[in-house]
């Protein structure tokens, strides 16, 4: 079982929908990252979260410590957002940097 | 302020060789990390600099390996290329180890 889980995988939605991405992870951690990367480009750090809630924009990513449980979400959602949105954890016991889940593919449509 | 900076952008090498990649962090930053990125595994951590000490070591063989200067910037290497090297390899650079992280555009390897 990999220690970092997303879901949906895959997300097809229409333009102005609200989305969420969810990602539960199994190990102890310091700090939850949610990491952006359109087609062919490069990857974008949108959050680092220890605790609480932060919001950029349309953007908002929420963490529950104690549930080990992580969401992002995005309001009014535009075909520019079409990205893989993966996220990461920097583990307090492993020897890794970060520690990746499988990344969660969004296509909106116009 | 200039982002992180990877060099070269493409590269095609043949099996058996070895290549060098080179990373620039964002100034200021001390820690650099470094990922590979197959369509297959996804995302995975090689290895982490700080100050010039590897910090963290993923699960790569030998064939990989890095070093940082003491103006923070990092190269890696990989030595007799296989096939199954052929990735997307990322770069990031924090301020310190324990900070946000800021991706480089990658090196695009492909060993043929």
């Known amino acids: 079982k990999n220690e970092v889980e997303q879901s949906p995988q895959n997300l097809t939605a229409q333009e102005g929908e609200f989305i969420t991405i969810n990602c539960s992870y199994s190990v102890g951690i310091s700090a939850l990252h949610w990491l952006q990367q359109h087609p062919g480009g490069g990857i974008v750090s949108l959050f680092m979260l220890s605790s609480g809630k932060k919001k950029h924009g349309r953007l908002i990513a929420t963490i529950n410590i104690q549930e080990k449980h992580s969401s992002l979400h995005i309001t009014a959602s535009h075909p520019r957002d079409s990205a893989v949105y993966t996220c990461?954890?920097?583990?307090?016991?492993?020897?890794?940097?970060?520690?990746f889940g499988q990344g969660t593919r969004l296509t909106i449509n116009p | 302020k200039a982002g992180v900076t990877q060099t070269p952008r493409y590269l095609i090498k043949t099996r058996g060789q070895q290549v060098t990649l080179s990373c620039s962090p964002i100034?200021?930053?001390?820690?650099v990390s470094w990922y590979q990125q197959t369509p297959g595994q996804g995302l995975q951590f090689l290895f982490e600099?700080?100050?010039?000490?590897?910090?963290n070591k993923g699960n790569f063989p030998g064939r990989f390996s890095g070093r940082q200067f003491s103006n923070s910037r990092s190269e890696m290497n990989v030595s007799t290329l296989e096939l199954g090297d052929s990735a997307l390899y990322l770069c990031?650079?924090?301020?310190?180890?324990?900070?946000?992280?800021?991706f480089g555009q990658g090196t695009r390897l492909t060993v043929v």
């Open positions: 100034s200021g930053h001390r820690s």
């Open positions: 990461a954890v920097t583990s307090i016991q492993g020897a890794q940097k970060l520690v």
């Open positions: 990031a650079s924090s301020l310190l180890e324990s900070t946000e992280a800021f």
């Open positions: 600099y700080f100050s010039e000490t590897q910090r």
